[in-house]
């Protein structure tokens, strides 16, 4: 059964702090990776995808992937309010199509 | 961008009845996806459908069904509603490109069966 585990949190940061959100996989042969931004009600959106070993950097946002230790990350930096949402992480094998999510894991920035 | 889009934001519907969930995507994607999702269990996959009449089952299709009569179109069908159906619905499209596809979501139903 491959696995996406994340901590549900709630985790707390202060505004203007860094957020460091984690993820450990079960799949040894996943190929994408995926951080998604979820508000209350509302649908996920993509924020970040990232292939390779090492970091990503988008913005606030910097995607942290290593394929030997099966852990991915996602950094945000000078947190805003506006990023208490949840975050899902998300693994594509690359055999299909299909993602498999972990349950999410909520953050909260304290003004 | 891409733009997918669902029937409806909110929905409520009686025990027993059958219910359609639409979803459409303007962009000419293959690849489809219906998701239910609630609390402490996280995004389940219910039905996915690589093409026009193909359908594949997820990891939770029993009290569902599916129709792909177009591309652009994907519905998600409630033969008999039962109130442990009550959830919300997602569902999502695959755009290629890298190294393997990203899914994109609509907004969501939210279903209630009373």
């Known amino acids: 059964q491959k696995e996406v585990e994340q901590n549900s949190g709630p985790l707390s940061v202060p505004e203007g702090a860094i957020a460091s959100l984690n993820c450990t996989y079960s799949?040894?042969?996943?190929?994408?990776f995926f951080w998604y931004r979820q508000y209350s009600g509302k649908s996920p959106e993509l924020i970040m995808s990232i292939y390779s070993n090492g970091d990503k950097e988008d913005g606030r946002f910097t995607a942290q992937l290593n394929k030997a230790s099966q852990y991915v990350s996602l950094l945000i930096r000078d947190s805003q309010p506006s990023d208490s949402a949840t975050y899902l992480c998300?693994?594509?094998?690359?055999?299909?199509?299909?993602?498999?999510f972990g349950k999410g894991t909520r953050l909260h920035i304290l003004p | 961008d891409v733009k997918v889009t669902q029937s409806s934001r909110y929905l409520v519907k009686r025990t027993g009845e059958k219910v359609f969930l639409e979803c459409v995507q303007d962009?000419?994607?293959?690849?489809m996806f219906w998701y239910r999702q609630d609390p402490g269990l996280g995004l389940r996959l219910i039905y996915f459908s690589y093409d026009v009449k193909m359908k594949e089952k997820g990891d939770i299709p029993e009290g569902y069904s599916v129709s792909r009569e177009k591309k652009e179109r994907f519905s998600l069908i409630l033969e008999s509603a039962s109130t442990n159906q009550t959830s919300m619905y997602l569902c999502a499209c695959v755009v290629a490109g890298g190294l393997t596809d990203t899914q994109y979501f609509g907004p969501g139903t939210r279903l209630t069966v009373l």
């Open positions: 799949d040894r042969v996943s190929q994408s």
């Open positions: 962009m000419d994607h293959e690849n």
């Open positions: 998300a693994v594509n094998s690359g055999r299909d199509d299909k993602i498999i």
